[in-house]
């Protein structure tokens, strides 16, 4: 099955700097690929997501990139704020059937 | 407010037990799945369902199942309780199974 790789584990960052979060896959069939937030508390909130026929999308501050020869999409969070301190889960979906979390990125942003 | 609804908030039970936890998807939403989240854990995909029928199992244990209701609704049920099961499980609900989840925000069960 699909094998979903999320790095780092942790990450903080000064407000105002970018935030970078990466996520590897492993089956080539997986088209679909979410990012989710999770506050404390909550159940984790869709920010956005990339489709396999597009490379990157954006909107705001946060963008997305696919390379799907690499196996590999990113998220990518600029002008940080104190509210953009989250947890981060990346997932990869095959045909919607299944959606397969990466182990999440704990982002802590300093003011 | 994502349009799932997840009861109870909190579960607080004994080993061996056994507890049903329930959840309504958001209007519209043919597909249901269930995860699992233990402490400083990732989101475990134990089982999804659409319009009723079982679409697919993850690390689902033998002493959990599963089902959907036709007016949508999912249970889980989770027999034999043992302290490594508690966590929180998350309910998530999706339109067609190909677009994003919307996550319920969870029930915390805690065996004791």
């Known amino acids: 099955g699909e094998n979903v790789e999320q790095h780092p584990s942790t990450l903080s960052v000064q407000e105002g700097d970018s935030a970078v979060i990466k996520c590897t896959y492993s089956?080539?069939?997986?088209?679909?690929f979410p990012w989710y937030k999770q506050e404390l508390g909550k159940g984790p909130q869709l920010i956005i997501d990339?489709?396999?026929?597009?490379g990157e999308k954006k909107d705001q501050r946060i963008a997305v990139t696919l390379n799907k020869t690499a196996k590999h999409f990113s998220l990518h969070i600029t002008e940080t704020q104190p509210e953009d301190s989250a947890v981060y889960f990346c997932?990869?979906?095959?045909?919607?059937?299944?959606?397969?979390f990466g182990t999440g990125t704990s982002l802590t942003v300093i003011p | 407010d994502s349009g799932v609804t997840q009861t109870p908030k909190h579960l607080i039970t004994a080993t061996g037990q056994r507890v049903t936890l329930r959840c309504s998807p958001r209007?519209?939403?043919?597909?249901v799945y269930w995860y699992q989240q233990s402490l400083d854990q990732g989101l475990q995909f134990l089982i999804h369902?659409?319009?009723?029928?079982?679409?697919a199992k993850g690390n689902i244990l033998e002493r959990f199942s599963a089902q959907q209701f036709p007016d949508l609704h999912s249970e889980l049920n989770l027999s034999s309780l043992e302290l490594g099961d508690s966590a929180l499980y998350f309910c998530?609900?999706?339109?067609?199974?190909?677009?994003?989840?919307?996550f319920g925000s969870g029930t915390r069960l805690t065996v004791v």
């Open positions: 998530a609900s999706s339109t067609s199974g190909t677009d994003d989840l919307a």
């Open positions: 209007s519209g939403d043919l597909s």
């Open positions: 990339i489709r396999s026929n597009v």
């Open positions: 997932a990869a979906s095959i045909a919607g059937n299944q959606f397969y």
């Open positions: 369902y659409y319009n009723g029928e079982e679409r």
């Open positions: 089956d080539s069939a997986s088209n679909y």
